[in-house]
C-alpha cells in the first residue's frame, strides 16, 4: 500500500502532491492495532485454569443507570459458531494482485488526466481558468478517493489502516479522500452481537458461569469497530463491581490478513528496494517485529497502567493530575482476545468536529480555538514525557484513539501499539531537544553541526548528494514547526519538493514511531495556525532526564522518618486539580456564557504565548 502510494507522487491534482517519505512516519507507525485470531473455527468450552488475569487495580466508580441495552435470557457459552478459517498463501498472494490491479489504475489516472489536459491545451491554445482546472481536479479527486474506497473496503485487514491514516492526514490529502474514508476510523463492518458474545463468553468464563454472571447489561450496537476490533458498552454485574465498561473483542482470523498483507509488502519492499527513494523494508520489519505484544491483549492492559503511572506522578514521584484521561483495564477480565476496560463517555476526534456543530460551536470560535490549544498541550506533555522519560509510549495516536469526553477532557485509548524504546537512543533525542532549543540561529554553523551529529548519532542516513546540513534539518522538520526557514536550502513544507524528508535515505526504527507522534502534533498546530515547537516544549524534560533528576524530591526515607513533602509541591497539586475542576465547570455553562469565558481565557494564553516568544 505504501508503495502504491509513494507512486501517487505523481500530480495529484494543481498545485498538490501526496508525499512518499513522509507516509513512512504517517502511515507506517499506524498501520498496526490490537490484532489476534482464532486458529479454530469453532470455540470449544472454557475451563477454569484458561482463565487469565493481570495484577492491575481497577477503578470503583459506580454506573450509572442505563436503560439501552439489552440483556441475553440464553447462555451464549454453549454457542457454536463457525469463524472463516485463516488465509492460504494462495488466497494472501490475490489479496495482493487485487490490491495492485486495483490501485495503479488510480495512480495512472492522473498522469492520463495531466496529459490529456496539456495535449488539449496544446491544440486549443486555451488554457484552462484556475477555477476550471480545479473543478477537474477535484472531480478526479471524487473519482480516485471513491475507488479506493471500495478497494479497501473489499479487503479490509490491513489495508483499512491506510485508510485511517489518510483520514488522518486533512493537512496533506485533498478532502475527497479524508472525507471518503473517514468511515474507516471506528466504523468497519461491525461483527454480528451473537459472534461478538460467543468470543466474550469463550475467553472469559469459568465453569459453571453464564454470560449474565458477568455481564449485567451488553449494548448490542458496538461503540466502535475497527479492522482488528471491536468495542460495546456494557455494565458489569455486583459481582464485578457494578462499573460501566468499554468491551473490545478481537476479530476471528484477522491475523492472516493482517501478517499476509505485511508479508506481502516486505518482499514487494525488497524486491524494489533498488528503485524505492527509502528503506521501506526496514520499516515493515520494525513493524513485523510489533506484532507480537498486539495480538496479545494482556500486553495491552500492562501498557495502559505502565503509560498511566508515568502520566499520574510528576518529576518528583508525586501524584499529579494526568493532561489527559486514561483507561484502566478491569483486574479478571483481561485475556489474550477481550479487554474489558473503563468506559470513556465521549466522541472520537474524528467526529469531534460534528459533535461542536450540533453543540452549536463553531470552529473558528473561541471555545474551538481553546479545546484546540487544550488538545495539542495535552498530547504535547504526554508524548513528551512518555518518549524522554521512559521510552515507552503510545505510538497509535491517530485521531480514532484520541476521544473528547463529554466534560471537556481528552481521553487517549488503544494502548495495543506501544513502543519502548532504549536508553541510549532516548538520550540521544533529549540531547537533540536541547541542542535545538538552545541554538543562536537556525543558520548558526556550530549548532547545526551539534544538531547533525547527534541525528546521525541517531542513525538517520540522507542521499549521497544532500547538503552537510541535512541532518540538522531532518532534525528540525521533525522537532521544530516554528522555523521559518530550513537550512541547506530545504523548505518545511511536507509537499514541497525541497522537503528534507525527500533526502532521505534510511530512517532508523526506534525512530519510525517517534516520528509518528511529533507529526500527528505538528499536524494540529498547523491546523491551529500556531508555531510550535516540541523541541522548546520538551527542552525542560530532555534537562531533567540527562541531569538524572539530581534534584528529585520525592519523599524519602531518612533514619526511619519520612521527609515532609515541600509545601510548594502541594500547592502544584492543587493548582492542576483546580485547574481541571474549572475547565471541566466551563463546559457546562450556557452557550453565550460559555463563549464569553473561552474568549477571555484564549486572549490570556495569547498573551502568555506571546510573552514566551518575546523571551526566547
Excluded at 95 to 116: G, M, N, Q
Excluded at 269 to 280: C, E, H, I, N, V
Excluded at 336 to 359: C, F, I, N, T
Excluded at 516 to 541: C, F, V, Y
Aim: aromatic share 6%; charged share 25%; hydrophobic share 40%.
Amino acid at each position: 500500500a505504501l508503495v502504491v502510494i509513494d507512486c501517487l507522487h505523481t500530480n495529484i491534482g494543481r498545485n498538490m502532491k501526496l508525499p512518499s517519505i513522509t507516509l513512512v512516519l504517517a502511515f507506517m507507525p499506524s498501520i498496526l492495532s490490537p490484532s489476534h485470531a482464532f486458529t479454530s473455527q469453532t470455540l470449544p468450552a472454557k475451563t477454569t485454569a484458561s482463565r487469565q488475569s493481570i495484577t492491575t487495580k481497577a477503578t470503583t466508580n459506580n454506573a450509572p443507570d442505563v436503560s439501552s441495552s439489552s440483556t441475553e435470557q440464553e447462555s451464549v457459552a454453549t454457542s457454536t459458531f463457525e469463524f472463516p478459517p485463516p488465509l492460504t498463501e494462495v488466497q494472501r498472494l490475490q489479496r495482493a494482485a487485487k490490491f495492485w490491479s486495483s490501485a495503479i489504475p488510480i495512480v495512472l489516472s492522473y498522469s492520463t488526466k495531466d496529459a490529456e489536459l496539456r495535449v488539449k491545451e496544446a491544440f486549443t491554445g486555451v488554457a484552462l481558468t484556475e477555477a476550471e482546472e480545479e473543478l477537474i481536479w477535484n472531480e478526479q479527486h471524487e473519482e480516485g478517493a471513491q475507488k479506493l474506497a471500495n478497494i479497501i473496503t473489499s479487503l479490509k485487514g490491513f489495508y483499512i489502516k491506510t485508510a485511517q491514516i489518510i483520514a488522518a492526514r486533512q493537512d496533506l490529502f485533498p478532502p475527497e479522500y479524508t472525507e471518503a474514508l473517514s468511515n474507516f476510523m471506528d466504523n468497519v463492518d461491525p461483527l454480528p452481537v451473537d459472534l461478538i458474545k460467543a468470543v466474550v463468553a469463550k475467553e472469559l468464563l469459568i465453569r459453571g458461569e453464564v454470560f449474565e454472571d458477568i455481564f449485567a447489561q451488553f449494548d448490542d450496537e458496538p461503540l466502535g469497530a475497527a479492522s482488528v476490533a471491536q468495542v460495546h458498552r456494557a455494565v458489569l454485574t455486583e459481582k464485578y463491581g457494578s462499573k460501566e465498561v468499554a468491551v473490545k473483542v478481537q476479530r476471528p482470523s484477522i491475523e492472516s490478513k493482517l501478517m499476509g498483507d505485511i508479508a506481502n509488502l516486505k518482499q514487494l519492499a525488497k524486491t524494489f528496494s533498488g528503485a524505492l527513494p527509502l528503506d521501506y523494508y526496514t520499516v515493515f520489519a520494525e513493524l513485523e517485529k510489533q506484532l507480537a505484544d498486539e495480538f496479545n491483549f494482556l500486553a495491552e492492559a500492562v501498557a495502559m497502567d505502565r503509560i498511566y503511572d508515568t502520566m499520574t506522578k510528576d518529576e518528583n514521584g508525586l501524584p499529579c493530575e494526568s493532561p489527559i484521561v486514561l483507561p484502566r483495564p478491569v483486574s479478571g477480565l483481561v485475556t489474550k482476545r477481550v479487554l474489558v476496560m473503563d468506559y470513556l463517555e465521549g466522541v472520537p476526534l474524528s467526529r469531534a468536529a460534528d459533535e461542536m456543530a450540533k453543540r452549536g460551536i463553531k470552529p473558528d470560535s473561541p471555545e474551538s480555538q481553546l479545546f484546540g490549544r487544550k488538545l495539542l498541550r495535552s498530547l504535547t506533555d504526554v508524548f513528551g514525557r512518555c518518549i524522554l522519560e521512559t521510552g515507552f509510549f503510545h505510538a497509535d495516536p491517530h485521531p480514532g484513539n484520541i476521544f473528547v469526553l463529554d466534560d471537556g477532557s481528552i481521553g487517549l485509548i488503544d494502548f495495543g501499539q506501544v513502543k519502548q524504546i532504549g536508553g541510549r537512543p532516548r538520550e540521544t533525542l533529549a540531547k537533540v531537544m536541547l541542542a535545538l532549543d538552545g541554538r543562536e540561529s537556525d543558520d548558526n554553523p556550530a549548532d547545526l553541526e551539534k544538531i547533525g551529529n547527534l541525528a546521525l548519532e541517531l542513525g538517520v542516513e540522507l542521499a549521497d548528494d544532500a547538503p552537510a546540513e541535512g541532518p540538522a534539518a531532518v532534525a528540525m522538520w521533525l522537532f521544530d514547526g516554528s522555523v521559518e526557514q530550513l537550512p541547506g536550502g530545504y523548505e518545511k513544507g511536507e509537499l514541497s519538493p525541497n522537503s528534507p524528508v525527500k533526502a532521505l535515505k534510511s530512517f532508523p526504527q526506534d525512530l519510525v514511531l517517534v516520528g509518528r507522534s511529533t507529526i500527528l502534533i505538528k499536524g494540529i498546530a498547523n491546523r491551529l495556525e500556531i508555531p510550535w515547537s516540541l523541541s522548546k516544549e520538551w527542552a525542560p524534560t530532555a534537562k531533567r532526564v540527562l541531569e538524572g533528576n539530581a534534584n528529585q524530591s520525592t519523599v524519602v526515607v531518612k533514619d526511619g522518618k519520612a521527609n515532609k513533602i515541600r509545601i510548594r509541591d502541594v500547592m502544584k497539586l492543587l493548582k492542576t486539580w483546580g485547574r481541571g475542576k474549572t475547565s471541566r465547570a466551563v463546559t457546562r455553562l450556557p452557550s453565550p456564557m460559555r463563549t464569553k469565558v473561552a474568549a477571555i481565557a484564549l486572549r490570556l494564553q495569547k498573551r502568555r504565548e506571546a510573552k514566551g516568544a518575546k523571551k526566547q
